[in-house]
């Protein structure tokens, strides 16, 4: 939509003009092509729309790996994954597959945590991946990439807090699923069980907020030959459409950097003030950054 102005040529103020738009003449005639039928925008099912599933994680995590596992890509057609101190996906980068019968938009983005570019580089190219490379409307699932093969950290607990404040809004845990990475490094068959009987209450109270629960992923686990899903991608798949959500980013509201503004930046970094909360738009489940 294009910003109002001055638009030159009248005497009276012209409306701004959504694309796409029919609009009636104003000179009182009747046009046969403007029904209101017309005029509507057309309502597009969800259901008719890829499920997009948003990959979320640390450097390390085993993002890509698992974007690869569910995708189920042919060598030369992966997304680059490999042991790195540094992210090794720098952009958002997505692939389709189906699932079931259902389309499935996979969205990979840059580990969170990588010395080598801001936070904030983070948070914009995430949002930049959400709007360009997926459909409006679409239900989508942040798929949060925890791994098996370490302990969950206090760098672990901030990146879900930072994501909330930066991406996609208080609600977030409410249409997450977990994907926890190597899970071939555990053995017996209640892994899953055994593991989290041990884990801590600040974990256990982050998995009771996850609605859409948790899936122990191998990536190492070859897919089946005959073509179809694995059952660890139809478990993940399958979760994710249970709490899925229309999720449209809002408006980038720019922050002033003068003195004051850079001063409390620093404090905020340095942790000696807790940043304010943002405001949170109704109906949806992202927030103003």
Known sequence: RMAGGDHGGGD???????????????????SPSASPAATRPAVVDPRDLPLVLVLLGRVGAGKSSTANTLLALPEGSRFD??????????????????VGGREVLVLDTPGLGDSDGTLKEVYTEIRRGITELTPAGALLCPLLILSLQGRVTED?????????????????????????????????????????????????????EVKGGYVPVDNRQPPPVDGSAAPQVEAVVRQAEVVGVKCTLCRIRERGYGRKSARRQRQIEAGLIQPKAMPQESGGNCVVA
């Open 81 to 98: 994954a490999r042991r790195s101190a540094a992210a090794v996906t720098g952009v958002c980068q997505a692939a389709s597959t189906t």
């Open 156 to 208: 672990d607990f901030a990146m879900v807090e930072a994501l909330k404040e930066h991406v996609f809004g208080h609600l977030m845990l409410a249409s997450t699923v977990v994907a926890w990475t190597h899970a071939d490094s555990l053995e017996g068959g209640d892994i899953m069980e055994g593991y989290l009987q041990n884990a801590g209450e600040r974990l256990r109270s982050l998995l009771a």
């Open 12 to 30: 009276g103020d012209v409306p701004d003009v959504e694309a796409g738009t029919s609009v009636a003449p104003t000179d009182g005639a009747s």
